[in-house]
């Protein structure tokens, strides 16, 4: 393709992208209220931030357990204390700007533990985590468009064997503020983050020297890219508190897959979900009833990939390769599997049960990230199986 060409298909893609989000918006705002609109808007620059960062939770966690480079998690630290920060008090005190915010505080048990491994696994086999994934398919991933795809198989076949899994042992939710109190847990939580920081940046030095900031020299563009890793953390961490505000709890991504499973289920006939244990929940049974654009996480999910779709185009990197090969095909249909399944096991992913559990001050949280990095380890062992490079 030539210069004129690549530009040409770069330009179209913006204004796609632009008409995307301008159209969503407005049609949002005027079925759903000015709220879903915004969210919409919100879904979109949170796909961007993770876009022109390149900010992946699932490329972090493999730079450090097999490269050793920490610049990743130290980010990941950086945005969390500052979540805390902003999101915990809130979220302990129930109201946010006058409006109820509450937190992600789900119990600790079996389940998370099993559902962050396999996770985990999932993560470096479908070449993504939940957001990355997103991310990534709006960037014109295509290899990720599959792990979509049976993320989504495997959040739906969880969802159909719930009565599996529910009944496993576990304790009841805490929430550290409440137990603790909010100085004292807060206070924990930013030394937790700078123990980290401070490990990895050790470990790294011994390995190779020297280590990598995640404010390195530019240059830099706000509107075309990329940013440093830093720009990425402080707006993941904004646009959670902007995602508290709107509506009323922190960012989730993962609850609309089996939703959206359940859906194509009734749709083609197959099965009726609305007896599966997993929708009679009384907390879920209203999802599978309304529509789908009345759904927050469905709104911010699409959102997410039409921001990265501009970002990509801003940043005239929008180019979808249909190549994708047997063994990296493979690697994404179980990895997308399995990170369905884990997703729905522990409550969430790495935004939903790690980002926003621990910026919810729940105990889950904190617990999700131990059994999900040595998934990651498995996961990362098994690459090469699949032709993928460690």
């Not at 609850?255 to 609305?274: C, E, I, K, T």
Request: with cysteine.
């Amino acid at each position: 393709m030539s210069g004129t060409e690549s530009g040409f298909g770069q330009r179209m893609a913006t204004l796609v992208a632009l008409a995307l989000l301008a159209g969503g918006a407005l049609w949002l705002g005027d079925a759903q209220g000015w709220r879903m609109g915004a969210l919409w808007l919100l879904g979109a620059a949170l796909g961007l931030s993770l876009y022109h960062a390149s900010f992946g939770f699932t490329a972090a966690f493999r730079a450090l357990l097999g490269h050793g480079r920490g610049a990743g998690l130290r980010a990941q630290m950086l945005m969390l204390g500052v979540a805390v920060l902003l999101m915990q008090p809130a979220i302990h005190a129930g109201d946010l700007f006058g409006l109820p915010a509450r937190g992600f505080v789900f119990p600790l048990g079996v389940g998370v533990v099993v559902g962050a491994f396999v996770f985990g696994m999932g993560m470096q086999l479908g070449g993504g985590c939940a957001s990355g994934t997103l991310y990534a398919v709006g960037g014109g991933g295509v290899r990720n468009l599959l792990t979509l795809l049976f993320f989504v198989v495997g959040a739906t076949l969880a969802a159909w064997q719930a009565e599996l899994w529910t009944g496993w042992p576990a304790l009841a939710p805490v929430s550290l503020p409440q137990s603790l109190g909010l100085i004292p847990a807060m206070a924990l939580a930013l030394a937790a983050f700078a123990l980290v920081w401070w490990g990895s940046a050790m470990w790294e030095r011994r390995r190779h020297g020297a280590v990598e900031p995640i404010l390195p020299p530019g240059p830099w563009s706000l509107l075309r890219g990329p940013w440093p890793l830093l720009w990425g953390a402080l707006a993941l961490a904004l646009l959670n508190l902007a995602t508290l505000a709107l509506a009323g709890r922190p960012w989730g991504i993962t609850a609309a897959f089996p939703l959206w499973g359940s859906l194509a289920v009734d749709g083609f006939g197959w099965d009726d979900p609305v007896f599966w244990p997993y929708w009679e929940d009384p907390t879920r049974a209203e999802a599978l009833l309304r529509p789908l654009a009345a759904d927050r996480m469905t709104v911010m999910d699409l959102g997410l990939v039409a921001g990265a779709l501009l970002a990509a185009a801003l940043a005239g990197r929008f180019a979808p390769d249909w190549r994708i090969g047997a063994g990296p095909a493979a690697a994404s249909v179980v990895g997308g599997l399995l990170l369905g399944v884990g997703a729905m096991l522990a409550f969430g992913c790495n935004v939903s049960a790690y980002f926003s559990g621990i910026a919810s001050g729940s105990l889950h949280g904190w617990a999700w990230i131990g059994p999900a990095l040595l998934g990651n380890w498995v996961g990362l062992h098994l690459r090469p199986v699949f032709g993928l490079a460690k």
